[in-house]
């Protein structure tokens, strides 16, 4: 199936047709396609698991690390990494209940209940749920251009509170050149924020901010200009 999902891709006509009849045909496919609407775009949802657990391996992740994963959506990257991590290290959060309702489907579908992993609906980045709890990584993929510049500054103060010693942060933002005006997705807006507004105010918080690349460096699977987002980390000011 793997091999399927990634020749059928929705992105041209013929590639439409191919996925609409791989769909019907194939009862896997069409719940990859039912999960990935949920987490993104339609047709990506093997490929993002992929590009999500290799990106953050390649970061240093290993199975002792603590991870919160903030906008977990259906768990489009967080199935391999609750398979990854030893018991009790996935932490998910999103603001969706229907998407929180469906990650928790989809950790009893998999068998993965005794991994321990704990996904949460949360409009605080988990500020409310999580007690004094902090984490060797903090990922936010595909999130932060859906937040307002208030939620981003509530975004990094969770951030500054929650990485562990040593812990690092990754999240991407939209490349400058984006248009975002009337875009929309599943009713969140886009939006374009400055890296030197989100390092200034990182630096308030005692957090130190570095571009990586572009995602597409790092194997980001969708096509378009979402390619061109930056990846930034943020760890304490040393
Ligand atoms: C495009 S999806 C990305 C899902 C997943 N992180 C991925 O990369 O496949 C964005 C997710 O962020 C969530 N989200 C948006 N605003 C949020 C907020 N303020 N707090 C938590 N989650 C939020 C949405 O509900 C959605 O699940």
Known sequence: MRALSRIAKPDTLAGRALYRILRWLHPGINEQHRLSRLAGRAGYWADMQVYVFGFLTRMGLR????????????????????RYLEPGRYVGVDLLEDTVAEA??????????????????????????????????????????????????????QVAARLAPGGRFYGDILDQSVSTAGRYWRGFAFHVHDPEAIAAAAAGLGLAMRRLGRVEEFGFPLPGRLRLSSMLELCRDA
């Not at 950790?107 to 409009?123: Q, Y």
């Open 63 to 82: 199975p002792w690390h603590t991870l919160l994963d903030i906008g977990c959506g259906p768990l489009s990257g967080g199935l391999p990494l609750i």
């Open 104 to 157: 928790r489907r989809q950790i009893a579908k998999h068998g993965l209940e005794n991994r321990r992993p704990e996904v949460h609906v949360s409009r605080t980045f988990g500020r409310d749920e999580l007690d004094g709890r902090v984490f060797d990584f903090i990922w936010a993929s595909q999130v932060m251009y859906h937040l307002v510049p208030d939620d981003l500054r509530a975004l990094l103060a």
